[in-house]
């Protein structure tokens, strides 16, 4: 269905169902090639962070002294 040069579909954002139709749509108009196929991206491999034991440690102790301080009193008159 094509209304005012805009194309429709069913799409379904909670099954992911056709999900990448509208910007296959899109991007085909904006480069001018009705060819354009979109491929899938090659699964990476999580950065690996390390951390040193000392450095984890100060980590929660800061956590842990962030967490011990009072809230604010909800007073919206500063805004």
């Known amino acids: 269905m094509d209304l ?13 169902y056709n999900f990448e139709k509208p910007f296959l749509w899109l991007a085909r108009k904006l ?3 009705s060819s354009l196929e979109f491929v899938a991206s090659p699964a990476l491999a999580p950065p690996e962070v390390q951390i040193s034991p ?7 102790q800061e956590l ?7 809230l604010p009193d909800e007073d919206d008159a500063d805004l």
Do not use: F
């Open 64 to 70: 842990e002294h962030a967490q011990a301080q009072p």
């Open 31 to 33: 480069v001018g090639n």
């Open 54 to 60: 000392e450095t984890l440690a100060q980590y929660q």
């Open 4 to 16: 005012k040069n805009l194309q429709y579909y069913d799409i379904s954002a909670k099954s992911n």
